[in-house]
């Protein structure tokens, strides 16, 4: 009977000594927060206004052509030619200006620098005839180059012009806005098998299936990529707009996001599906991009906020994405994510690219809020730190694009794939929530 009694004296003994040390545990979460918010907020806030902003503010605006320049080396300097201006990029450079005034780190200039970009979107890439934007004209906007609808394209014009509405308040952009959203809904939704058919001529027929999308696949297939960022487009969008539809699309883009692009089987998302969605996995396509699905779980989680949609249900597919890449694909020794690797191996793609590393630091930091695992708190800040020490080019300008395993730098400073949108959308997110801890 004593021993019985002392068995549980010793358990309920133990018990207590476990709640205290997870009281313990929880208590030093705030203070940790606190700290790492007194560090990186002045560090974020100088690469942000002293690196990433005078970089594109002295050299993207095109006063004499509209729209932006988007075509430097890897020293920040000119190239040769003019270069030319492709949807992506160039819309991605009006959110930029957008987001930044909407953020408080520019105010009447970078309104007018992102008016640059909505004149030139609207009175040049715009098809007046058809609707929708030209994916890829020269620099004077005249001459179409490539002249096709790819969704991918279109979800980053209609990200801009939301941005752009919410920073401005013009009622004519919302209309505009909510005009595409409509033509994208009339000619695109797969009312069938949901989600977005990706790629048309330029009056929206089906494009041959001998002809490869410009984003280099088959021309019928649907992207884990392009719903992605369809996904961050409505978000925004339907922040704008407050359209019920708007609300249902965006519903339907966490399901692809949050489900159908997601192997169960590896707990990993992969890129290339049929229209039905079923996966296409041969070759080189059984393979998992660290970056997309680290971006795709911080932005499954903003998407849920904005429709007001609890992330617990979610939490375990949050948790298995990350864990796959930190498995994988993250340099504990040295911080940040590498490129890409095949199922359930190391990386073998082992470059650190600047947007992967600027979604990492993001979704480390949603994660940690959401979590209070402070294992997110310790992949920010090695992230942060690679990220400060190798991608941030302080003589030049703007981050480098890529660097390699042997620690070399590579890649122009801006080209039609690479503007400030990664990296200026990193800075911005992640002072937004270390501000609120620093407080």
Excluded at 221 to 226: A, E, R, S, W
Excluded at 318 to 335: A, I
Excluded at 358 to 385: C, G, H, I, P, Q
Aim: aromatic share 14%; glycine share 6%.
């Amino acid at each position: 009977m004593k021993s019985k009694v002392f068995e549980q004296a010793r358990f309920y003994l133990i018990l207590t000594f476990v709640v205290l040390i997870s009281i313990c545990s929880n208590l030093q979460a705030a203070p940790d927060r606190a700290n790492l918010a007194k560090t990186y907020v002045p560090k974020f806030e100088k690469i942000l206004t002293k690196n990433i902003v005078p970089f594109w503010y002295s050299k993207s605006l095109d006063h004499k052509n509209g729209g932006y320049i988007i075509n430097f080396d890897i020293n920040g300097e000119p190239k040769n030619s003019e270069g030319t201006k492709m949807i992506v990029t160039q819309a991605r450079t009006m959110w930029l200006f957008s987001r930044l005034a909407r953020a408080g780190y520019g105010g009447k200039e970078c309104l007018e620098a992102a008016d640059i970009g909505y004149r030139f979107l609207k009175e040049k890439m715009w098809d007046t005839e058809n609707g929708g934007f030209y994916w890829e004209v020269d620099a004077t906007g005249n001459k179409k180059l490539k002249p096709l609808k790819h969704l991918y394209g279109q979800s980053f014009a209609l990200y801009a012009l939301s941005e752009y509405y919410l920073a401005s308040k013009k009622q004519e952009v919302l209309d505009f806005a909510v005009r595409f959203f409509n033509l994208l809904e009339a000619k695109s939704h797969d009312k069938i098998y949901g989600g977005y058919i990706e790629f048309f001529n330029e009056d929206w027929t089906p494009v041959s299936a001998a002809q490869n999308s410009y984003m280099g696949t088959e021309s019928h297939l649907k992207l884990m990529n392009t719903h992605l960022h369809l996904l961050e487009a409505m978000t925004t969008f339907y922040r704008a707009s407050k359209l019920p539809l708007a609300r249902e699309r965006l519903l339907e883009l966490i399901n692809i996001e949050s489900n159908t692009v997601v192997r169960k089987d590896i707990g990993a998302c992969t890129d290339k599906y049929q229209r039905n969605w079923a996966p296409r996995l041969e070759g080189d396509l059984a393979r998992v991009s660290y970056g997309h699905d680290i971006e795709n779980v911080w932005l499954i989680m903003d998407a849920c906020n904005a429709a007001k949609v609890s992330n617990y249900p979610f939490l375990d597919l949050y948790r298995t994405l990350f864990d796959y890449s930190l498995k994988y694909g993250y340099d504990e020794v040295n911080g940040g994510f590498y490129d890409s690797g095949p199922f359930n191996k190391p990386a073998d793609r082992r470059s650190k690219v600047w947007w992967v590393e600027s979604e990492a630091v993001v979704s480390a930091l949603y994660m940690n809020r959401l979590t209070e695992d402070s294992k997110y708190l310790s992949v920010f800040e090695k992230t942060s730190d690679f990220i400060e020490k190798n991608m941030v080019d302080w003589e030049n300008g703007e981050w480098h694009a890529n660097i390699t395993p042997d620690g070399r730098r590579q890649g122009d400073k801006a080209n039609p794939w690479k503007a400030g949108y990664h990296n200026g959308r990193a800075m911005i997110e992640c002072l937004e929530i270390l501000k609120q801890w620093k407080n």
